[in-house]
Nanobody
Framework: QVQLVESGGGVVQAGGSLRLSCVASEHTSRTFYMAWFRQAPEKERECLGF????????YNTDSVKGRFTISRDNAKRTVYLQMNSLKPEDTAVYYC?????????????????WGQGAQVTVSS
């Protein structure tokens, strides 16, 4: 059972940056996909992007393209979400998630493992 532990949330002013980290409790196969989601109050959980441990990334939300970057450090079993030029509308709880398979997915239902969530609040 893979456990995911997130860190790095907090409060930041608009235009600022934050980096979230997600550490996996064990090494997984290179086809294991890690994703970042976020959920704002009264909104559905949306996928920001996903990445396989073998590399490559896909971003799904137009509103974060050019501002958010997903990266990984395989040796540390860690996936990062670097968030720049933050806006108040980025305020949400951010989750990392994992799934085993040959491809990533934008659907939360396809992920078996979830981090505890990290609150990100962007003030105007």
């Amino acid at each position: 059972q893979v456990q995911l532990v997130e860190s790095g949330g907090g409060v930041v002013q608009a235009g600022g940056s934050l980096r979230l980290s997600c550490v996996a409790s064990e090494h997984t196969s290179r086809t294991f996909y890690m994703a970042w989601f976020r959920q704002a109050p009264e909104k559905e959980r949306e996928c920001l992007g996903f990445m396989a441990w073998s590399g490559g990334s896909t971003y799904n939300t137009d509103s974060v393209k050019g501002r958010f970057t997903i990266s990984r450090d395989n040796a540390k079993r860690t996936v990062y979400l670097q968030m720049n030029s933050l806006k108040p509308e980025d305020t949400a709880v951010y989750y990392c998630a994992g799934r085993a398979g040959l491809y990533g997915s934008r659907s939360p239902a396809d992920y078996d493992y979830w981090g505890q969530g990290a609150q990100v609040t962007v003030s105007s």
